[in-house]
């Protein structure tokens, strides 16, 4: 099982900044895809941004042109570029390791343990 450890949350004001990084235990190279999630207080885990093999990248409507994935196979690390923040991004982020290129939670092989962002106005 691999191992994913996220790092990089924090708070800030709205119309701000972060960047969020996940390091795996494991290679990386041979994952199908690799995700971000996030879940805020009562509400449901739901995808953020997916990044496959291949480099293609998908996103959720309500992230696009805000966030950008990215992946270093060579340092087993996902990142996760968030710019633009608002107080609804709110909430505890998730890396996930993928068994296939659809961004929904039954598609996850491996979770990370989370960061919180916070994102105040």
């Known amino acids: 099982q691999v191992q994913l450890v996220e790092s990089g949350g924090g708070s800030v004001l709205s119309g701000g900044s972060l960047r969020l990084s996940c390091v795996a235990s494991g290679n990386i190279a041979n994952a199908v895809a690799m995700a971000w999630f996030r879940q805020a207080p009562g509400k449901e885990r739901e995808g953020v941004a997916l990044?496959?093999?291949?480099?293609?990248?998908t996103y959720a409507t309500f992230v696009k042109g805000r966030f950008t994935i990215s992946r270093d196979n060579a340092k087993n690390t996902l990142n996760l570029q968030m710019n633009s923040l608002k107080p609804e991004d709110t909430a505890v982020y998730y890396c996930?390791?993928?068994?296939?290129?659809?961004?929904?939670?039954?598609?996850?092989?491996?979770w990370g343990q989370g960061t919180q962002v916070t994102v105040s106005s």
């Open positions: 996930a390791r993928m068994t296939n290129r659809q961004l929904t939670v039954r598609s996850v092989n491996s």
């Open positions: 990044i496959a093999n291949d480099g293609i990248s």
